[in-house]
């Protein structure tokens, strides 16, 4: 009998996950996995925020819980909540009817079905990411139906930095009406953001070229430790009357990673069209999941809508961004201590979860073969998986590795 699934092209792997299977598999007693985008105490192990567990423990003795099905835009007090934590509580949009969220499944959902709105309703074919980006912002946009995807200049290897003129440059090339992917803060991969001047030339370019802007906030709090800090960017594009789409992850800055909390914020200028537009992206999201989970998004909300509990929310992710600053500062120091070659003040100047190292393909080949060290091939690594233990090894492989494979140019090791 003849099968229909003859033919089918093995798909590539997703690096990020085979990377930590062939950790998982790797025998070597001492090894390090530094790609998986997920917090770690100093001990290597995952971290439950102690407040999590307080609101779980509460809701499971809340007889008036129940698992009846959540409203296809998902659980109001939540969305409402998330974004008044993104936009502040004075925002003008939010008082003047012109901005509201749905519920999603976590960022990746939210860019989803904001890229699916944007495509199959507003009509947008055409889409700018950074160059590097986070891997999955192309598949998503194409997947939701955009037909193009093109990238704009962000890091620049020679000084570890933003290439602020090759952004502003390929903004300014960029068609009318192309969307274009802005991260909030803590830049993945890169780890380097733009400063508020910075911020206001890729505003200005962004209204004048009259394009449309879709940010990506997976790490608020996260990042500096300062939720309002995190925002900057998106209230800064509020404040100057821009349209545009957001979406939240609370994966990172509340460790819910597998609860898949998202939010969609939408903020608008005409308040007539919100009924429209929710009535749109209602038939997006009944036609793809139906509705979002309830676990995840109940413990958000009891959260953020509870001055004590979110005080102690904002004391746990203090914790996780000063324990980052620390990996970073100790790696940095060790590198210098050791002499090598290159320059690594980058490694301190980032902010976030990931640093941009430098290294290159066949430096990070090196590492896993003779160290039993993971990183990506793009040098990026997850500063959550340094700690007192391993950080050390790390230095010193890497150290040994950049001498043993010196870069071209010694500036960017």
């Not at 990020?16 to 062939?22: E, G």
């Not at 891997?135 to 000084?159: D, M, Q, S």
């Not at 890169?190 to 030339?201: L, S, V």
Request: charged share 20%.
């Amino acid at each position: 009998m003849s099968t229909r699934f003859s033919g089918i092209k093995l798909g590539p792997p997703i690096e990020v996950f085979a990377l930590s299977k062939a950790f998982a598999d790797d025998p070597q007693e001492t090894k390090v996995n530094l790609t998986v985008g997920a917090y770690r105490t100093n001990e290597g192990k995952p971290w439950v925020l102690p407040v999590v567990r307080k609101v779980e423990k509460a809701l499971a003795n809340d007889t008036l819980q129940n698992h009846e099905y959540l409203p296809v835009l998902g659980l109001d007090a939540f969305s409402r909540a998330a974004t008044e934590l993104l936009l502040g509580q004075n925002s003008a949009t939010l008082l003047q009817g012109r901005a509201f969220g749905i519920q999603c499944l976590s960022g990746t959902g939210a860019l989803r079905v904001g890229a699916e709105f944007l495509a199959r309703t507003l009509g947008f074919d055409t889409f700018y990411y950074s160059s590097p980006t986070w891997e999955n912002h192309k598949l998503v946009f194409i997947n939701a139906g955009f037909k193009k995807g093109c990238e704009y200049r962000y890091w620049n290897p020679a000084t570890r930095s933003i290439d602020i003129d090759g952004l502003l440059a390929d903004l300014s090339d960029a068609p009318e009406n192309a969307v274009v992917i802005l991260h909030a803060c803590a830049h993945n991969p890169t780890g380097c953001d733009p400063t508020p001047e910075q911020w206001a030339k890729i505003a200005s370019v962004i209204e004048s070229k009259r394009l449309f802007t879709f940010f990506d906030c997976a790490y608020q709090g996260f990042a500096s430790g300062n939720l309002d800090q995190d925002a900057y960017a998106v209230r800064y594009f509020e404040k100057l009357g821009f349209e545009f789409l957001c979406a939240q992850s609370f994966a990172k800055n509340f460790g819910l990673y597998n609860e898949r909390v998202g939010n969609l914020v939408v903020v608008m200028s005409d308040p007539k069209e919100l009924i429209q537009t929710k009535s749109q992206l209602t038939l997006i999201v009944r036609g793809m999941y139906s509705n979002p989970p309830n676990h995840g998004a109940r413990i958000v909300a009891s959260v953020l809508t509870n001055p004590d509990l979110f005080q102690e929310w904002k004391e746990h992710i203090v914790t996780m961004a000063e324990r980052i600053k620390g990996m970073r500062a100790g790696l940095y120091e060790r590198l210098l201590k050791l002499g090598t070659p290159g320059t690594w003040e980058h490694i301190i100047n980032q902010i976030g979860m990931f640093s941009y190292t430098g290294l290159n393909e066949r430096q990070v080949e090196h590492l896993k073969d003779h160290y039993h060290i993971y990183v990506m091939r793009s040098g990026r690594i997850n500063m959550c998986s340094l700690n007192e233990k391993n950080l050390d090894y790390v230095s010193q492989a890497i150290h040994d590795t950049i001498k043993k494979f010196p870069s071209v140019d010694e500036n960017c090791a």
